[in-house]
């Protein structure tokens, strides 16, 4: 009787686990003038998502958008660039890493990075990336510890 019951229990434990994380896979990203003492930022500069997750952009303040960096995706990923304003969204069905940046404030320190199934293969190419003044800055220190 103790067994079963402790089984039971073990099966609500792991179903509990299973559903909270599909539940809390996907990503809300705000698209930021001012966080604390930064300026022009995402409000998560490193986001960790499963394949088939969509990660959402606010645009709570005006005049940003989201652009894929070339270069700094996954092989077979198509170009990404949005609209200025405008809440928008994306789902990750190619894992590895994607670097994306905010097209005029890409030189202020606006980027973010995207992993996809916990797939680093492209780690190198990220590396590789050409950034500009304050993103030269506080692109490798993200880098290191995506
Ligand atoms: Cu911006």
Not at 70 to 75: A, C, L, Q
Not at 81 to 110: E, L, R, V
Not at 114 to 132: A, H, P, T, W
């Amino acid at each position: 009787m103790l067994n079963k019951n402790l089984i039971k229990f073990i099966v609500s434990i792991f179903l509990f686990l299973f559903s909270t994380n599909s539940m809390a896979a996907d990503e809300t990203i705000e698209m930021l003038n001012k966080l604390g003492k930064e300026s022009m930022v995402y409000s998560k500069k490193i986001v960790r998502v499963d394949i088939g997750d969509t990660v959402y952009w606010k645009a709570t303040d005006k005049g940003h958008n989201v652009e894929f960096i070339k270069g700094g995706v996954p092989e077979g990923v198509e170009k990404f660039k949005t609209k200025f304003n405008k809440d928008t969204q994306y789902t990750f069905k190619i894992p590895g890493i994607y670097a994306y940046w905010c097209t005029p404030h890409k030189s202020m320190g606006m980027i973010g990075f995207v992993v996809v199934g916990n797939d680093k293969s492209n780690l190198e190419d990220i590396k590789k990336i050409k950034f500009y003044s304050r993103s030269k800055k506080i692109a490798p220190e993200l880098i290191n510890s995506l």
